[in-house]
Structure formats: C-alpha cells, structure tokens
C-alpha cells in the first residue's frame, strides 16, 4: 500500500470554477497556492474531502475535457 501525504488546505484560498452553473449548485473550487499540486473541493462541502491532483494531471484532465 502506498503512503499518501496529508496537506494543510486550512489556509488555502479557493477560487470557483468559471464554468460553474449560475445557480450555485454545481460548483467546483480550486486553490493555486501549491505550485505542483491542485487541490479540488465542492462548494456546497467546504468542509468536506478534497480531491489532490498533481498539476500536469489536472492540466491533461482539463485538456481533455475542453474536447
């Protein structure tokens, strides 16, 4: 099994997503503060489990989803 890091997100600052729907329902946060990491969260969860990519993998995702 393979050890996975913990993050300190506590004082991240979290940015929603430009194609989030209007209604507040449907959003996706980001925060940019790790150089080589992108740390994702639902709105509607703050609190909540956040997702941690590396950036080249979140770049390829969001790339490929732009198709």
């Known amino acids: 099994m393979r050890n996975i890091p913990e ?3 506590s004082t991240a600052v979290w940015h929603k997503s430009s ?3 209007g209604g507040g329902n449907e959003c996706l946060e980001v925060t940019h503060d790790f150089p ?6 639902d709105s509607k969860t703050p ?14 995702f969001v790339k490929a989803v732009r198709i």
């Not at 080589?36 to 969260?41: Q, Y």
């Open 7 to 9: 993050y300190d997100l």
């Open 19 to 21: 194609y989030s729907g």
């Open 36 to 41: 080589t990491l992108v740390p994702v969260r």
């Open 47 to 60: 609190h909540g489990p956040k997702l941690v990519f590396r950036a080249s993998a979140w770049s390829a």
